[in-house]
């Protein structure tokens, strides 16, 4: 059955565990990049894992971090690893597999991806073989839940990406093309979803709602996505599968629930002309009361 996964851009929730629980969220996602610096993955195994600092009871994916896609592939990626800047501080630096693996012990996470980074899904095919060759033997005996299959749009490097999942291990499907070209981003996971053995599991990050609707349509295990956080803290809604700006001054004088039937914290509580005033007034409560309504509503899609 299709989960969705919210997918957090930053250290710290900006709600509570309880919360999210509440309305439906299982799993959360968060990338491990955010916690290099601060609070450092030491205090983080000190406390038992990041599930204790997140205050969050269920389940954990972690990911290594959003890489930026590279287009010119250097011969020895294999050797040299991720070249990525702390998020933080901008300070250049160099992720390698032993390191991810002690960040991944010291989360003690239940689900975990391997290490990866995409090349452009333009680049030259060379490129792309050496991309995917790349990713392969960064997570040559990694001991993770799922493991990146890369490819771009070629079905022979999606089926090469494939052919080195070891069994009981699923795919997280990745190396897809800009969300503007939905045409060709449906293809390419069509594609890699029929070159996968029956019962893999799998796994996708949606960046919007359409590619949320798609993977949810095309039976994906696991769908991460920021998406409707973001529209949230963004002062957005979606209602009825429409998104709305609560901050249009047609809202200030509705009285009514943000969206009827729905018992998330922001339609039980307040109006929409509240939710209006607060987002006005900059209260940061009610980009969180949307967020939570946002992703009790992308939920309530994954169960249809």
Not at 131 to 159: C, D, H, S
Not at 275 to 285: I, R
């Amino acid at each position: 059955m299709t989960e969705f996964v919210p997918y957090f851009q930053a250290a710290w929730l900006p709600v509570l565990g309880s919360q999210l629980q509440a309305i439906g969220v299982q799993t959360l996602a968060v990338k491990l990049v955010d916690y290099e610096r601060q609070p450092g993955f030491n205090l983080i195994n000190q406390a038992g894992g990041l599930k204790s600092l997140l205050n969050w009871s269920g389940q954990l994916m972690t990911l290594a971090g959003d890489f930026t896609p590279v287009f010119k592939v250097k011969k020895n990626l294999a050797k040299t690893g991720i070249h990525y800047q702390d998020p933080q501080n901008q300070a250049k630096l160099t992720l390698t597999p032993a390191t991810y693996q002690q960040w991944q012990t010291a989360t003690k996470a239940e689900i975990t991806v391997g290490m990866f980074q995409n090349p452009d899904y333009y680049a030259p095919v060379d490129d792309l073989e050496r991309a995917m060759q790349a990713n392969i033997e960064w997570n040559q005996e990694a001991p993770v839940t799922f493991l990146p299959v890369l490819g771009a749009g070629l079905k022979a490097l999606r089926q090469a990406s494939i052919a080195a999942l070891p069994n009981n291990i699923g795919a997280f499907i990745t190396n897809l093309p800009p969300v503007a070209e939905l045409r060709e981003w449906q293809r390419s996971l069509e594609l890699t979803l029929k070159l996968l053995p029956k019962g893999t599991a799998t796994a996708v990050v949606a960046p919007n709602l359409a590619t949320i609707e798609l993977s949810q349509k095309l039976g994906i295990d696991y769908i991460l996505s920021a998406w409707p956080l973001k529209l949230g803290l963004g002062g957005k809604a979606l209602v009825d599968g429409e998104v709305v700006n609560l901050r249009h001054q047609a809202f200030g004088g509705q009285f009514s629930p943000l969206e009827a039937g729905c018992n998330c914290p922001a339609c039980t509580g307040f109006t929409r002309a509240s939710l209006h005033a607060m987002l006005h007034a900059k209260e940061p409560l009610a980009s969180r009361l949307l967020l939570l309504h946002n992703v009790k509503e992308i939920i309530k899609q994954s169960g249809k």
